[in-house]
């Protein structure tokens, strides 16, 4: 495509994560970053190679793929300043901004946008990424786009009105919270720290990757490990009738109408 550099606009966790996923990988081009404070990029710059912007002007002058990195509620600022900032802004825009729609984006700034929800796990090379395209995004963008987050972990393309409740579902905080809980009421049943958190990593991290691994179905599986009659059955049961499902539920949908609330900022 003849494109130049991945311009970040924002050099947070996420541009981090992404930055050493992507050089983790092989990944060999430019990566620019602009970013108000100093100690970011050079601790970006001493872990990622990657390239200082002195100003926003001079970063998107250097952008082929301009990826807006901040947090929802300074996305409207940060893209108008890129508007009156005297450079036209490269075709090809990526939000990573959880809840702010496409609309909103071609709103502020008059090009074909992309929506990225990428993941922390990016950092090293096991990330998930959901991509969602305006319509004039070119088939070629399109496929530099994936390409570009497929450095860094699996890709997945899904419609926009799909990405708030994938945006609150497919967090590792989910991974974590469930370690720390499960090790939690392990102690509190009898296990030392150590033995619970083991216990509980090898339950939710090993059993996930050999589902992931097998190819065999989530519902066979779980047959195959909860006996009737025995100890798996008998915590699964408990935890259902206790409002498992209610309490995910619930999670999930104050993550979405969080989302919705970014979006009206």
């Not at 970013?35 to 390239?51: F, G, M, N, T």
């Not at 926003?56 to 082929?64: F, I, M, N, Q, Y």
């Not at 991974?175 to 216990?199: F, P, W």
């Not at 509980?200 to 991290?205: D, I, K, P, W």
Request: charged fraction near 20%; hydrophobic fraction near 50%.
């Amino acid at each position: 495509m003849g494109m130049k550099a991945a311009v970040f606009l924002g050099g947070g966790n996420i541009t981090g994560a992404l930055a050493a996923g992507l050089r983790l990988a092989g990944y060999d081009e430019e990566i620019v970053v602009y970013d108000r404070h100093p100690e970011k990029l050079r601790a970006l710059r001493r872990k990622s190679r990657v390239e200082i912007a002195r100003d926003l002007k001079s970063a998107v002058e250097r952008a082929g793929m301009l990826v807006i990195a901040v947090r929802p509620a300074s996305v409207m600022g940060m893209v108008g300043e890129v508007a009156a900032c005297g450079v036209a802004a490269p075709k090809l825009c990526v939000s990573l901004a959880a809840g702010i729609p496409l609309q909103n984006l071609r709103a502020w700034l008059a090009v074909p946008w992309v929506r990225a929800m990428p993941s922390p796990v990016a950092r090293v090379g096991r990330g998930l990424t959901a991509l969602s395209f305006d319509r004039g995004v070119t088939k070629s963008e399109r496929n530099h786009v994936r390409s570009f987050f497929e450095h860094i972990g699996a890709v997945l393309e899904i419609s926009e009105k799909q990405f708030d409740t994938f945006t609150a579902a497919y967090s590792s905080s989910h991974g974590y919270h469930a370690l720390a809980t499960l090790a939690k009421a392990a102690q509190e049943v009898g296990l030392d720290r150590a033995t619970a958190l083991a216990a509980a990593a090898h339950a939710l991290s090993d059993g996930i990757l050999y589902w992931r691994q097998s190819g065999r179905r989530l519902e066979d599986l779980l047959r195959e490990a909860v006996t009737p009659g025995g100890i798996a059955a008998a915590t699964m049961s408990a935890m259902d009738a206790a409002g498992y499902l209610r309490v995910v539920k619930a999670g999930i949908r104050a993550g979405v109408k969080q989302a919705r609330l970014n979006a009206r900022r």
